[in-house]
């Protein structure tokens, strides 16, 4: 639909510019009005030409698309808005997330452990070839 108003909205506008330009001027125009010409500010010529009509029923069909297209442009959402990009996976944390679970019994407890006994001297290496007698 847009696409389709967009498109009116150029050629309409292609074709007043053509219609506008093949048009013969007034002569003086606005400078005589000023100046003490005795034509009226909008001149008195009488029925309107065939290119007059053209030019008038082209700039209402214009008029009509610009606006058109200026409501539509502020009551859409953007370019950018309306693009959706792919979802990522969420990434995966470092460390795995501690689960809730039942509670478990309460550990038993833990007897301290006996002082360790010294242990006997160590008794010194008897020298090489003696026989200890």
Do not use: D, N, W
Not at 23 to 35: D, R, T
Not at 36 to 59: M, N
Not at 86 to 114: F, Y
């Amino acid at each position: 639909m847009i696409a389709l108003v967009t498109a009116l909205h150029v050629v309409v506008c292609l074709v007043l510019i053509l219609v506008i330009l093949l048009q013969a001027g007034k002569g003086g125009g606005m400078g005589a009005a000023f100046g003490g010409g005795s034509q009226t500010v909008f001149g008195g010529r009488g029925a309107q030409t065939f290119l007059g009509k053209v030019t008038s029923a082209c700039a209402a069909v214009f008029m009509l698309t610009s606006l058109t297209l200026a409501y539509r442009a502020s009551h859409s959402r953007s370019v950018v808005q309306s693009v959706r990009l792919p979802q990522r996976a969420p990434a995966q944390p470092a460390v795995p997330p501690v689960q809730a679970t039942a509670p478990a019994s309460p550990p038993a407890p833990v007897e301290p452990a006996a002082p360790a006994k010294p242990s006997a001297p160590a008794r010194p290496a008897a020298p090489a070839g003696s026989t200890g007698k």
